[in-house]
């Protein structure tokens, strides 16, 4: 699927099969647009493709990389509204003009339509499964149309993460994890928005359409908004070199730590002579060897555990754990001392000072902690200065 996609093979295939039921799916659909049977939909099937492709450049970024698209409640109201090939339809004239313009490799166009059909497939069919006979009408029709828009949304996410995984290169399992902890009410205010289009359209015709249209807009602003504010708090808390939290994360942190304070080991870790690095190979080199320094310590982290750059070369790590298993978590952060990272060819050894202090055995507050952990730090430099100098000496002699 192209020579710059990460390809995992599994994974490969099975988005093989979503871009040929994409294929098929066009097909299917062309076909029974053109039988009589399907003509008194042709007004509601070209006002929902209309919509649809007015509203498809309205595409909001998610941070796991995934998309989320206001225009796609129009898609999911053709699940009570329409036979499934021709509710695939609705998306084909936008999808096109989408795809387009966002990615020029001739299989993005099947993958799509593959993957918006293989959702709108799966909850049609449930909810025709369990819809009683009849016109759509609440509260009969409430669980085929709970059961359809999950099952929508359910092979909807699972599909979106194979692409990303396939392009980001990044474990599917990880992916789909992300994708997951992205639903908020705003998904369920789109589905609910979703079947609110179809009750409208089933009792004032197309007006109920367009008023709909005016409120998906709404929300495409209000989740642009809060995916914006997210992006900005991100950026405000994370170190720009490193990638771990930063200075103002620190302090946040800290506060919270006031608040509910957690058994745990801090330490305060600062790298030896980088200064002596600067000078001698650039700056460029010195600040490799700081993100080295950050990506070999959150390798070894939990997800409980709280790696932030303090400023310069000096890292604090926050790891709780219970009573008892401090000695455990000490061996397990001073791993970074004496490590050797190869930067631009150069080798360098890594040797960093470190102090570490636990909470509760040996502070009554986080800032007697934080206090205990930096003190030691710096007598971990001075031994560190004195075991140097003594090294010149003997090596003079």
């Known amino acids: 699927m192209g020579s710059q996609v990460p390809i995992r093979r599994p994974l490969f295939w099975i988005l093989c099969g979503v871009a040929l039921l994409g294929l098929i799916t066009v097909g299917l659909g062309v076909r029974d647009v053109l039988r009589p049977s399907s003509t008194p939909y042709y007004p509601l099937l070209l006002t929902l493709a209309a919509i649809f492709a007015i509203l498809s450049p309205l595409t909001v970024r998610l941070p796991s990389g995934a998309n989320w698209r206001p225009a796609m409640a129009m898609v999911t109201s053709s699940i009570f509204l329409l036979p499934p090939d021709l509710a695939a339809l609705v998306a084909f004239p936008g999808l096109v003009l989408l795809t387009s313009f966002t990615d020029n490799r001739w299989w993005a166009y099947p993958l799509t339509f593959g993957h918006i059909s293989l959702g709108l497939y799966a909850g049609i069919d449930v909810f025709r499964l369990l819809a009683p006979a009849g016109v759509l009408h609440l509260p009969a029709f409430l669980p085929a149309v ?225 206090s205990l952990a930096d003190n030691r730090m710096y007598r971990n430099k001075f031994e560190h200065k004195l075991s140097e100098a003594q090294g010149e000496n003997d090596h003079s002699n």
């Open 146 to 370: 709970a059961a359809g828009l999950i099952v929508h949304l359910s092979v909807n996410r699972l599909v979106s993460a194979m692409i990303v995984s396939c392009k980001k290169g990044v474990p599917f399992v990880h992916q789909l994890r992300l994708n997951l902890r992205e639903l908020n009410w705003g998904y369920f205010n789109f589905y609910l928005t979703s079947l609110i289009a179809a009750i409208m359209y089933v009792h004032e015709g197309l007006w109920g359409l367009l008023l709909t249209t005016v409120l998906l807009y709404g929300m495409y602003q209000a989740v642009s908004y809060y995916s914006q504010m997210q992006l900005w708090q991100q950026a405000a808390n994370i170190d720009g070199l490193t990638g771990v939290g930063n200075r103002v994360a620190w302090e946040n942190f800290v506060v919270r730590m006031h608040q509910h304070p957690t058994p745990g080991t801090l330490a305060v870790v600062d790298l030896d002579n980088l200064k002596t690095i600067n000078d001698r190979y650039g700056h460029a080199v010195g600040d490799e060897l700081i993100r080295t320094v950050a990506k070999k310590m959150h390798q070894q982290l939990r997800k409980s555990d709280r790696l932030f750059r303090f400023g310069g070369d000096e890292f604090i790590l926050f790891c709780p754990h219970e009573a008892g298993e401090a000695d455990i978590v000490r061996t397990r952060i001073t791993f970074v001392t004496d490590q050797i990272a190869l930067i631009d060819n150069i080798a360098l050894r890594i040797r960093a000072s470190i102090g570490l202090a636990s909470f509760p055995e040996e502070a009554e507050d986080f800032d007697a902690l934080f």
